[in-house]
């Protein structure tokens, strides 16, 4: 692949039809893809029985001013390993660009900053994230399993949770009604 077929900053949505029922509607932020494989962040579903103001707690942070909002199921990988995804306003020494649809960055710093009030404006937090292996995701991309949407930051943002998988296909000006649930080969 190209640098430019690379899915970073792109928006992955799980096919009708998903051969694998633990990303069944699976939305994700594509945060790296290259050579060596793909990481991205689950967007579409909360963990449930986890909030935010538990997770600071939990690792000595005062909640501060804080929103106690949900806490978003990342992916299988690492389940307990927290990430933030963020608007591009505040960046710390770990911060990856997402370009161009956020930030993503994994330190106490910013959890600190967001409870004191001097985080990122826009931010979600993820426990766990999706990893491919070198050329895996793309030979599931082949199989019928992703589509890669562009990067839209209204979604990231400003849709709620159980609305992301449709929203990004309204935006795609796609009906996934009309898909197919599998791919024939010939």
């Not at 909002?69 to 963020?86: K, M, Y």
């Not at 935006?171 to 197919?180: F, H, K």
């Amino acid at each position: 692949m190209t640098a430019e077929q690379y899915l970073s900053g792109r928006i992955l949505l799980a096919m009708p039809g998903m051969f694998d029922p633990r990303f069944e509607r699976s939305v994700n932020v594509m945060c790296v893809h290259d050579e060596h494989g793909a990481l991205g962040i689950g967007i579409g579903a909360v963990r449930e029985g986890v909030r935010f103001h538990e997770v600071l707690e939990e690792l000595g942070i005062d909640p501060g001013v804080a929103p106690d909002c949900a806490v978003l199921n990342g992916g299988p990988v690492e389940p307990g390993r927290g990430f933030i995804l963020h608007s591009t306003d505040w960046g710390g020494a770990d911060t990856i660009q997402v370009q161009p649809l956020c930030a993503l960055s994994a330190s106490m710093d910013i959890l600190r900053a967001i409870a004191e009030g001097r985080g990122p404006k826009d931010w979600l937090m993820a426990l766990g994230y999706a990893g491919w292996g070198a050329g895996q995701l793309e030979g599931e991309m082949r199989h019928h399993g992703w589509y890669a949407a562009e990067g839209h930051p209204e979604i990231l943002f400003d849709t709620p949770v159980d609305a992301r998988w449709m929203a990004t296909w309204r935006a795609e000006g796609i009906d996934p009604a009309l898909l197919s649930t599998e791919t024939g080969r010939a």
